[in-house]
């Protein structure tokens, strides 16, 4: 049974970091590509980040080049999203999710999904 737990989620000050982790069961994320999507109050859910099976890390939004790294580790089973330099506009419900074979930024293209991790960083 697939499964994804995220975790780290935290309120913040501006400037701040956080680590969210997925936690896969049920596959190996070695092979299939895991995204981090996000959805603030009233917007719709946009893919942030993903890292596909060749682990190549795609960044969907302008605004997190250079501040987020998604990274990825076998032996773990788990995909990291590391934020620094964080932003009020980064406030977001922070979801991971995965897909087969490879990385796009549509949510809908993404198959099973985790239920959420909270993030709100304040000015």
């Known amino acids: 049974q697939v499964a994804l737990v995220e975790s780290g989620g935290g309120s913040v000050q501006s400037g701040g970091s956080l680590t969210l982790s997925c936690v896969a069961s049920g596959f190996s994320v070695g092979l299939y590509g895991i995204g981090w999507f996000r959805q603030a109050p009233g917007k719709e859910r946009e893919g942030v980040s993903c890292i596909d099976k060749r682990d190549e890390a795609h960044y969907y939004v302008d605004s997190v080049k250079g501040r987020f790294t998604i990274s990825r580790d076998k032996s773990k089973n788990t995909v990291y999203l590391q934020m620094n330099n964080l932003k009020p506009d980064d406030t977001a419900a922070y979801y991971c999710?995965?897909?087969?074979?490879?990385?796009?930024?549509?949510?809908?293209?993404?198959?099973?999904w985790g239920q959420g991790t909270q993030v709100t960083v304040s000015s």
């Open positions: 999710a995965t897909r087969w074979p490879d990385c796009v930024a549509i949510p809908r293209a993404f198959d099973h």
